[in-house]
């Protein structure tokens, strides 16, 4: 695969797109235009996770009034619901607009449950939908980041971030799995979308 980069950008058949994300982001602060965001977290029985997912996507940067948290929980363990619905209420207490749902069901697994939470009323003017997995901690300043791309070019339909292991020095193992994912993301990533080929979806915008 690396030869196929190599041979794609010697030859220049792959065309970027400059994206002037600074003034995108001064016009935003100026004008105070942000787009109403959700965010959504499907999770089942994540007992070990739960907070860390949930502490890190209330504390984004973005307007309050802007932005709305999902916590779509199928868990079935009742005990665990009830833990999470507490964290859920922790947060709102601190003014993080959190919305915690829950189905009778596991119709579609996770891609069921995120169907179903885009269709709640509160959600219908929300211009953008992320999504993390409930083990995911995205940093403080990810909408800033990624939101701009998709403000200056009305015709991208998503935009994907990379992500890394937060325990990658903890072994070896841990270390050649920080391997694996480096290379799907320089090298694999980089092929498919050098090629215009499928990629493999990451869980993110």
């Known amino acids: 695969m690396a030869i196929v ?5 010697c030859l220049g058949k792959k065309r970027y797109t400059k ?36 502490g890190a996507v209330s504390g984004l940067a973005w307007p309050s009034d802007r932005l709305i948290v999902q916590v779509l929980d199928d868990s079935t363990n009742e005990v665990l619901r009830a833990m999470v619905e507490a964290e859920c209420q922790k947060w ?7 919305k915690y749902e829950t189905r009778n069901n596991r119709n579609g697994y996770k891609a069921g449950a995120l169907r179903e939470g885009l269709k ?3 959600v219908e003017d929300c211009e953008f939908v992320i999504i993390f997995d409930a083990d995911f901690q995205p940093e403080e300043d990810f909408l800033w980041r990624t939101i ?17 292991f937060v325990n990658a020095d903890e072994c070896l193992m841990t270390r050649l799995q920080e391997m ?12 498919g979308s050098s090629t215009c080929s499928f990629f493999g979806f990451n869980g993110y915008l």
């Open 5 to 9: 980069i190599v041979c794609v950008k």
């Open 120 to 122: 709640k009323h509160y």
């Open 19 to 54: 994206y002037q994300l600074d003034s995108i982001k001064e016009d935003l602060e100026k004008n105070r235009n942000y787009p109403k965001v959700l965010v959504q977290i499907p999770m089942f029985n994540e007992k070990e996770v739960y907070k860390l997912s949930i």
């Open 148 to 164: 701009p791309y998709l403000l200056e070019n009305p015709e991208l339909g998503l935009v994907q971030a990379r992500w890394k």
């Open 180 to 191: 694996s994912l480096d290379y799907h993301f320089s090298v694999e990533q980089e092929v």
């Open 92 to 98: 709102i207490q601190k003014g993080v607009n959190i």
